[in-house]
């Protein structure tokens, strides 16, 4: 008989406990911890409460927790001692088959990392998915984490604690995160389109128009259609667009959607979440019969990250009617002007201008998107709302000195270039922390003709600052470059800078961003606000519409752009369902 709510809520500490035994690994403290925090208003709830219990605990626990746990494929395996839970989740992830070269890969993957850190491996070994890892999958995120700092790898094994924790309660409560589940398999189905050079390497790119692309473009057609999606067409830019009609003909709809490109090597997830998330919300509501006040207009766009040809933005840009006809005569790394590379997808620029929406015939715009950071993820937090997208201001620029001799040049005559950058570099960093929520890069960094006996006289460097207000940012913008000014005339130097790109911040919009609060407090989650230090195609769309955005935390770090990206299906879930109160809640107030 499955677990409930209601049992919990009404058990005392004695009975509370002894209901949730077996979840963490004879730690019974969490739970008896977590008791306090009753009454339950979804297993979310209860999640979170115990993963608060583990994070409030002393060090102490933490690593008592940490050491109840059991070697992967280690002693207590092999002589059957493991819990029954373990032992389940060992099984499935096949550590009880190991082949003997395997095994003794593990045993000294086990020894190294029980001296390096003195506790043992942790990790959730039936995965994002909760099908199981395979061995390999297992040993090469035992290579890579061996490799974190102490301090790092201790918040991660508990962090997998608490993925296994989700996992048995999910068992307990005959719980199947069945939407997250769809979300997280569409994302896996869709990575098998890679463009072949990358593909022969297991990698993932996908960049505007070519055959990977288009073979998304025709997959995401075919999985709208099977959503249930009333008319499903790719436009005149190649952005899928998918429409479920209201219960009422001509009423207006609510605009969504992500990119589906990626960067050169990038992860699964990065775009894409923010299409499969609403898909899985139109399959429920197909499913149930069910048509809301407004429509409901999903857009997979086709270009968000500018790796093929210098147009970023281009799909939703279309949208608002910013697509630059000289874009068409840009050529990509192998001389395909974009124009040909549009023919050949059978797409017809001259019909752009007819992908343009009108502001009238819609309520806002929202986006699901992974949050592409670290921030989430520390907290251990699914979600985030967006308060603001950043803007920013990109420069390259050159300071000139003089070069000369490293053994003959006293410090004090210097002209060095290089360390003028460097000193730079110290300014923006903590210049930008001063604010706490503007950041600031200098992420290149050359010399030219450099030489190890050579006093630098140029050094070329780019800078990129962002800030959640262009107010903000702009004050970042000339602190930073009177700053550089100062620096130059002190060390009698000279410079050029060149702006580059400048965006403007996309503020969410209070009513829809307090929508999405609502929907997160539904779940029985803590709200937490950020702002988007990355750019989204929610940045286009704010220019026409009312915008706001949704962030659900990644793995690993919470690392994007990246092979590494990953979430787990009851994260996926929880943003289906947060969606999905998002459409009830704007259903009543067009009723």
Request: charged share 25%; proline share 5%.
């Amino acid at each position: 008989m499955s677990l409930s709510l209601d049992q919990l809520n009404q058990a005392n500490r004695a009975d509370f406990t002894a209901l949730l035994d077996g979840i963490y690994e004879h730690s019974p403290w969490v739970a008896e911890a977590a008791w306090t925090k009753r009454p339950f208003r979804s297993l979310a709830h209860l999640k979170r409460a115990l993963t608060e219990a583990v994070r409030e605990a002393g060090l102490e626990a933490q690593l008592g927790l940490i050491r109840a746990h059991p070697e992967l494929a280690g002693k207590a395996a092999m002589a059957g001692t493991l819990t029954a839970e373990s032992t389940n989740e060992q099984s499935r992830a096949g550590l009880t088959h190991c082949t003997p070269e395997e095994f003794a890969k593990l045993q000294q993957l086990n020894a190294d990392y029980k001296t390096r850190f003195s506790w043992p491996f942790i990790l959730a070994v039936r995965g994002p998915r909760g099908l199981g890892l395979t061995r390999q999958e297992i040993i090469a995120t035992f290579e890579r984490r061996l490799q974190h700092p102490p301090d790092v790898e201790r918040a991660e094994c508990l962090r997998q604690i608490d993925r296994i924790a989700e996992i048995r309660l999910n068992d307990k409560f005959g719980f199947v995160p069945t939407l997250g589940n769809q979300v997280w398999d569409w994302a896996e189905q869709l990575a098998r389109h890679s463009e072949p050079e990358y593909a022969q390497r297991g990698e993932l790119t996908v960049t505007y128009l070519t055959e990977a692309h288009q073979a998304c473009s025709r997959e995401l057609v075919a999985w709208m259609r099977e959503c249930g999606f009333d008319k499903v067409e790719v436009d005149a830019v190649g952005n899928v667009v998918g429409r479920y009609h209201a219960a009422v003909p001509g009423a207006r709809s609510l605009l969504t959607g992500s990119h589906f490109d990626t960067v050169r090597n990038g992860g699964k997830y990065d775009g894409r979440l923010g299409i499969f998330v609403p898909m899985a919300c139109v399959q429920a509501l197909h499913a149930q019969g069910r048509r809301l006040p407004y429509g409901i207009e999903v857009v997979g766009f086709s270009e968000e990250e500018g790796q093929r040809y210098k147009a970023t933005f281009l799909g939703s840009g279309a949208l608002i009617g910013q697509f630059d006809p000289a874009w068409l005569d840009q050529r990509d790394a192998d001389g395909v002007p974009m124009r040909e590379a549009m023919a050949r997808a059978g797409l017809r620029p001259e019909n752009i201008p007819s992908v343009r929406r009108k502001a009238d015939d819609y309520l806002g715009f929202v986006e699901v998107h992974i949050e592409q950071g670290p921030v989430l993820h520390e907290l251990d937090l699914p979600l985030g709302v967006v308060t603001s997208i950043n803007g920013g201001v990109r420069f390259v620029g050159e300071v000139i000195g003089l070069a000369s001799h490293a053994g003959t040049t006293p410090m004090n005559r210097r002209r060095d270039a290089a360390v003028a950058v460097a000193e730079l570099a110290l300014y923006v960093e903590r210049r930008a922390a001063a604010d706490g929520d503007s950041v600031g890069t200098i992420g290149q960094l050359q010399v030219p003709n450099g030489s190890i006996n050579v006093v630098p006289g140029r050094c070329r460097f780019s800078l990129d600052l962002r800030a959640p207000t262009n107010e903000q940012r702009d004050r970042l913008v000339a602190d930073v470059l009177a700053e550089l000014a100062a620096l130059c005339e002190r060390r009698g130097l000279g410079y050029t800078l060149e702006e580059t790109m400048r965006a403007s911040a996309a503020p969410s919009h209070p009513q829809w961003q307090a929508r999405w609060e609502a929907a997160v407090d539904r779940l029985g989650l803590p709200i937490f606000r950020m702002p988007s230090g990355a750019g989204h195609d929610a940045m286009k769309l704010h220019e026409l519409l009312p915008q706001a955005m949704l962030f659900l935390r990644g793995g690993n770090g919470g690392i994007s752009h990246n092979p590494l990206e990953t979430i787990t299906n009851d994260d996926a879930q929880l943003c289906v369902e947060a969606f999905m109160h998002l459409l009830e809640d704007l259903a009543k107030d067009h009723a």
